[in-house]
């Protein structure tokens, strides 16, 4: 099954590195797209189907855990899985976002075998052909 | 800043760096570092949180498309625009700096970091920085670079 994915970072840099990661390590891709913060992230979440969210937490506008809280208030989050990327991982932070509903949490910088191992987790995808 | 805490940041620094660009660095003297004519940019940003202050990681322009080319995996001469270039080192000071934190107060410390501004650096500035005892200075792939740590005393 091809996953749509929307990666969410005010960085063009990083939102390239996790496609690339994406790409590299084989993941079943249907279309990705991309949103700069948080509120531009809802609304191609309103627009579009989306299978998964790679999204930062520092981020103007929206950053990561407001956009998080709003996934969270409308219920989103229990069918959308989201998965944070970010160098700002305290271990507070972090807790408080699996709280609210987060899947998973990537520290940069990461490989492409990590994006794989937490793709393949937090969509329960079991066997690669 | 003391010689532990000066060693603890160059093994962060060093290592986070080299598995981000794939570039190899070392740490090196301040004196020993050359000013070559050309502008030299600064990617800062500030943080707060359990600790407060701010990084700067400061590059001669011409390092730019080496340190962007790498993180992306891409050729120097691909990165055609300069905004590409900032929004690179911009984002390895930003990866570098959630590590230092780390490394300075701990993995369960709680911070923020802010928005990474880059810009030219002035030339007297640039001076200032190689005399300052929050500076350390590294090679990469045998270019110059420094590291700025500002901390607020509490």
Redesign the interface.
């Given at each position: 099954m091809a996953f749509n994915i929307l990666l969410v970072d005010?960085?063009?840099?990083?939102r390239?590195?996790i496609a690339?990661a994406l790409r590299l390590a084989g993941v079943d891709i249907g279309q990705i797209y991309e949103a700069c913060h948080g509120a531009e992230a809802l609304t191609v979440l309103e627009r579009e189907w989306i299978d998964l969210v790679f999204a930062d937490?520092?981020m103007?506008v929206m950053d990561g855990e407001e956009f998080v809280d709003r996934l969270a208030a409308s219920g989103a989050i229990e069918h959308l899985p989201v998965v944070i990327v970010?160098?700002?991982?305290?271990?507070?932070?972090i807790q408080r976002l699996k709280d609210k509903g987060v899947r998973a949490y990537v520290?940069?910088?990461f490989t492409p075998e990590q994006i794989r191992e937490v793709v393949d987790k937090v969509m329960g995808v079991t066997n690669h052909e | 800043m003391s010689e532990d805490r000066q060693q603890a940041l160059a093994s962060t620094f060093l290592h986070?760096v080299e598995?981000?660009t794939f570039m190899f660095g070392e740490p090196v003297a301040l004196d020993e570092i050359e000013l070559s004519p050309e502008p030299w940019v600064e990617a800062r940003m500030q943080f707060e949180?359990?600790v407060n202050g701010s990084l700067a990681v400061i590059v001669p322009e011409s390092l730019q498309p080496e340190i962007?080319a790498n993180?992306?995996?891409l050729e120097a001469a691909d990165l055609t625009t300069p905004?590409?270039l900032a929004?690179?080192l911009?984002?390895m000071l930003?990866?570098?700096?959630?590590?230092v934190i780390?490394t300075l107060a701990g993995?369960?410390?709680?911070?923020?970091?802010?928005?990474p501004q880059h810009q030219v650096v002035p030339r007297e500035r640039l001076a200032d920085l190689l005399e300052d005892a929050d500076s350390m200075g590294f090679t990469l792939d045998d270019e110059p670079l420094l590291l700025h740590l500002e901390l607020e005393r509490g």
């Open positions: 005010d960085s063009l840099t990083v390239s590195v690339k937490i520092s103007p970010s160098s700002a991982g305290s271990g507070p932070r520290q940069k910088p | 986070i598995k981000l949180g359990a962007a993180i992306l995996g905004d590409m929004d690179a911009r984002e930003n990866v570098v700096c959630g590590h780390m993995a369960e410390a709680d911070f923020k970091l802010l928005a």
